[in-house]
């Protein structure tokens, strides 16, 4: 049995910070920002006492009233964050709570940027074998818990905000999820990472005077192996499902440079016109970005029936990889 996305939403905390605001606190600026990455302006969740978990809570509760289901009729609930509230619990199962899904059972999956196609296919799985019907995946992050607004290298990148989709048995074989390849190489741990607060470095005076409790990047090796890898499967998404360009109604990157998408656009030899990009607006929200563009073209009416979306994603593990969905 195939999965079918039967809704969306999304979640972006209001408050913005613009290239203008950071050019107050750090030596950058909006040219710069903007011609290397193609940001212009990110959302920050800035009340302290919200985390992820709020994200991903009023996600769970926009699904649930636009697909008029009930909170117990949902089976699994699967969010994919590297900024959980908690190490644990989960931060899947304080969404679970603040939802009141009785009767669902919940995990976290750490796939950082790829995140939200490891679990769109994980969830997937369930629907499969025929032993859930309700499956709400969620990708949500608060990256600015773990930015260093001291370092111009990466604070500029990223972004707050969450969504996700509920997963249920296609109406046919011929829509819904249809292929997903999947990629781990985890020789690229050395170049993105957040190392304090784990079990190899717990939280100690000195993890907190070394900055390992933020994100750190080596950008230039991300970028190579992130443009590589996500044109190559892109590419191969495409061929395995013998797509042409023209079958394909959207390719969905995330959204971590405009020069990367750009350039799988091209090896795809697909116009941008055809490409979600919303990286302006929101910078990298890591596991979010991708159900954020779909959920975008939901409410923008842009999705229907038959539609060919190719969802590309890279990110620290290194993880990658690409899902074909035929819109229900
Ligand atoms: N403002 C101004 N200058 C900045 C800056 C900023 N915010 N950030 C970096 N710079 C400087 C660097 O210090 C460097 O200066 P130097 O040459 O004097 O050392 C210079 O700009 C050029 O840096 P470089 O690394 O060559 O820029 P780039 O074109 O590679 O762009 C990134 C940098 C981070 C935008 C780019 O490498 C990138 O997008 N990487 C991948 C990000 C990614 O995909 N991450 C997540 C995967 S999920």
């Known amino acids: 049995m195939k999965a079918a996305i039967t809704a969306t939403a999304k979640y972006l905390p209001e408050s913005i910070l613009s290239n203008h605001d950071l050019e107050q606190i750090l030596d950058t600026s909006d040219e710069w920002i903007r011609t ?18 709020h994200l991903c809570s009023e996600v769970a509760r926009r699904i649930i009233e636009k697909r008029g289901i009930s909170a117990e009729e949902i089976d699994l609930i699967i969010v994919a964050t590297m900024t959980p509230d908690m190490i644990f619990p989960s931060t899947a199962c304080l969404v679970q709570k603040n939802v009141a899904a009785s009767n669902a059972w919940a995990f976290d999956l750490s796939g950082a940027c790829s995140g939200f196609l490891y679990a769109l296919n994980t969830g997937a799985q369930f629907i499969a074998a025929g032993t859930h019907d309700k499956v709400l995946v969620i990708g949500g992050e608060k990256m600015s818990a773990v930015m260093d607004y001291t370092d111009r290298n990466t604070c500029v990148l990223f972004g707050d905000g969450a969504a996700g989709v509920l997963l249920e048995p296609a109406q046919d074989e011929h829509h819904g999820l249809l292929d997903a390849k999947l990629h781990a190489d985890g020789r690229g741990s050395e170049h993105l990472y957040m190392q304090g ?131 229900q």
């Not at 290397?36 to 978990?53: F, M, Q, Y």
């Not at 440079?257 to 929200?285: C, H, P, S, W």
């Open 197 to 327: 607060g784990g079990s190899r470095h717990p939280a100690s005076k000195e993890t907190v005077e070394n900055r390992m409790h933020f994100l750190h990047q080596d950008g230039k090796q991300v970028f190579k192996s992130a443009v590589t890898q996500m044109a190559d499967i892109a590419e191969e998404i495409m061929k395995r499902n013998n797509l042409s360009s023209d079958d394909v109604t959207y390719l969905i990157p995330h959204q971590a440079n405009l020069r990367i998408i750009q350039a799988t656009a091209e090896r795809m030899g697909i116009d941008m016109q055809k490409v979600a990009v919303n990286i302006d607006r929101y910078g990298n929200t890591s596991a979010a970005t991708i159900p954020i563009c779909i959920a975008e073209l939901d409410e923008d009416g842009k999705l229907s029936s038959g539609n060919n979306l190719v969802l590309v994603s890279f990110g620290a593990g290194y993880t990658w990889g690409g899902i074909y969905v035929r819109w």
């Open 36 to 53: 290397r990455t193609g940001i212009r302006e990110r959302r920050i969740l800035k009340d302290p006492e919200k985390a992820t978990s």
